[in-house]
T-cell receptor, first 115, second 109 residues
């Protein structure tokens, strides 16, 4: 596709359930990022993948959150045992190289609501 | 935790006026400073960016001013238009992208 694609666009889940959010980056982009945006808040860094290097997981808020990137392309963010405070928009971005000096393109996000 | 502090949280400007949003950072390892624009329901999109060896960069009505010694940078939107109404995020980059908390800009018609 032409841009970063995220699915689903909206997800409503019950507290305690697991959810998987998917990100298809722009083809050829080696860097992939996940951010969380709560209502009226900024963009909270979650995790960063660069090529075959070990991901920077320093932003993951708890061990209920995990992410993987298969084959250097598609990424999945998994939230286990969801809590109401996990409700937010989860944004994925990709860039051609590392973050410095290259534009990061964002998807439209997945709006997660935990009820 | 690396931080980027952004102000104001919200801003109202008359059409044709100048909108100014300010950011400050702490980590001198940051080497790239982009601004992103976000409309409701959309992901952020790159607006303009600057490197710290440059004091000013202008693209159309948008200008970044950068003060390396003060570790501050700002976005100026000249001749602000209602279509500029959006949320603006500054960011600072070293090995990852750190965003400010955003400024909700509203341009009065």
């Amino acid at each position: 596709g032409a841009g970063v694609s995220q699915s689903p666009s909206n997800k409503v889940t019950e507290k305690g359930k697991d959810v998987e959010l998917r990100c298809d980056p722009i083809s050829g982009h080696t860097a992939l990022y996940w951010y969380r945006q709560s209502l009226g808040q900024g963009l909270e860094f979650l995790i960063y993948f660069q090529g075959n290097s070990a991901p920077d997981k320093s932003g993951l808020p708890s061990d209920r959150f995990s992410a993987e990137r298969t084959g250097g392309s598609v990424s999945t963010l998994t939230i286990q045992r969801t809590q109401q405070e996990d409700s937010a928009v989860y944004l994925c971005a990709s860039s051609l190289r590392g973050p410095s000096g290259t534009e990061a393109f964002f998807g439209q996000g997945t709006r997660l609501t935990v009820v | 935790q690396q931080q980027v502090k952004q102000s104001p949280q919200s801003l109202i400007v008359q059409k044709g006026g100048i909108s100014i949003i300010n950011c400050a950072y702490e980590n001198t390892a940051f080497d790239y400073f982009p601004w992103y624009q976000q409309f409701p329901g959309k992901g952020p999109a790159l607006l303009i960016a600057i490197r710290p060896d440059v004091s000013e960069k202008k693209e159309g009505r948008f200008t970044i001013s950068f003060n390396k010694s003060a570790k501050q940078f700002s976005l100026h939107i000249m001749d602000s238009q209602p279509g500029d109404s959006a949320t603006y995020f500054c960011a600072a980059i070293s090995n990852k992208i750190i965003f400010g908390k955003g400024t909700r800009l509203h341009i009065l018609p």
